[in-house]
């Protein structure tokens, strides 16, 4: 179902006439939250079977309109992806990777059997976004607008197959520091119960579905006051967090994270790796036991474990608790330092080695 079309679409711009005014946004702007207010715009792009992609439009942010028989309401064909924009110091808006995101997307769609957004429309269509709502951008320090790339069957049929109509969208919202007054460690629920994906599943795809599953063991990790859980595959190997990948530093420095093919492919947890790596740290991709962490954590083996995510970027992991135990984590100075490089980069502090910021409003 890979669309190969990759010249530029022109898109139909209808401004909001509700927009909110300057002093309505600076208001917002100043405690903006996560998820909770939304820019003025949405992008809006139809896929057929025949028709391929076409009518892309910069339309006023509203409801979605969908017949009660759609696909996505009864067979759950959905994928997302969550991606930044930073405002730099010369007052320019860049974006992280907008490449990655756009493949992460196109191999979510294949596992959902949903057509695939090519790379060129993907970062046109945030392009044309910041066009429109680039003053939603805030300026201040460890603020960013986020961006929230979704497509869905909106085909009205019942019978179970691959929908022959699917709508593409991106909304945006602003987003205020992850953690007000500094980073500080979380805590992490070991869920035993409940498994976050199988193999062969969907683990890999950043589908609805997955979340949805880890809402009842979060709910599980905040009973035992946990700010996050971690699942388990089916061999005991550690996955990842409802969330945010999984990383864990040795005393050795080798920086080892899991690998399996039910666990989402982390962008932030690849590029903290690969500054990591710039460092001259060794970086392990492969399976870690439960037994595996618990031991290097008794035994002084592990010095260090984090998470990764876009929300969070990087946050120390304090404590791992699970039914009958509670294992303080080492604390470390190495996942801070990485996290001070990487957002370094991404809000144009640092030198861009590696080509990862796209200017968006250029």
Not at 82 to 102: C, E, L, M, Q, W
Not at 113 to 122: G, H, N, S, V
């Amino acid at each position: 179902m890979t669309d190969t079309a990759t010249a530029p679409l022109t898109f139909t711009v209808t401004r909001n006439l509700a927009a909110k005014s300057p002093a309505q946004r600076a208001e917002i702007l100043e405690n903006p939250g996560f998820g909770t207010n939304f820019t003025d715009h949405m992008v809006d792009i139809c896929w057929s079977e025949h028709g391929g992609w076409h009518r892309p439009r910069v339309q006023p942010y509203g409801p979605i309109s969908l017949d009660p028989a759609a696909a996505v309401l009864h067979y759950a064909q959905e994928i997302f992806e969550g991606i930044k924009a930073y405002r730099h110091a010369d007052g320019s808006v860049h974006t992280f990777r907008p490449d990655r995101n756009a493949a992460r997307m196109q191999a979510s769609a294949r596992r959902l059997a949903l057509p695939e957004l090519p790379t060129e429309y993907f970062v046109q269509s945030l392009r044309e976004l910041i066009a429109v709502d680039g003053d939603w951008v805030p300026t201040a320090a460890d603020q960013s607008l986020y961006l929230r790339p979704f497509m869905f069957a909106k085909e009205a049929f019942l019978g179970v197959r691959p929908a022959k109509k699917v709508a593409y969208y991106l909304i945006a919202s602003p987003a205020g520091a992850y953690f007000k007054g500094g980073v500080k460690p979380v805590s992490i629920w070991l869920s035993e119960n409940y498994a976050r994906a199988g193999k062969g599943g969907t683990g890999a795809a950043k589908t609805g579905g997955n979340y949805a599953s880890s809402l009842r063991p979060q709910a599980e990790a905040a009973e035992h006051g946990c700010d996050q859980v971690v699942f388990l595959d089916q061999d005991r190997n550690v996955e990842e967090l409802g969330g945010m990948n999984v990383v864990f530093v040795y005393k050795d420095g080798r920086i080892v994270t899991p690998a399996s093919d039910s666990i989402l492919e982390g962008i932030t947890r690849d590029s903290v790796l690969q500054l990591a790596e710039d460092r001259g740290h060794v970086v392990e991709r492969r399976p870690v036991s439960l037994q595996e962490w618990r031991d290097g954590v008794a035994s002084g083996d592990i010095v260090e474990v984090f998470a990764c995510g876009t929300a969070a970027v990087v946050t120390p992991i304090g404590t791992l608790k699970g039914e009958g135990f509670e294992d303080v984590q080492p604390s470390g100075e190495l996942a801070l330092s990485l996290r001070e490089e990487l957002t370094d980069i991404q809000y144009g502090r640092r030198e861009d080695r590696h080509g990862w910021l796209l200017r968006l409003d250029a």
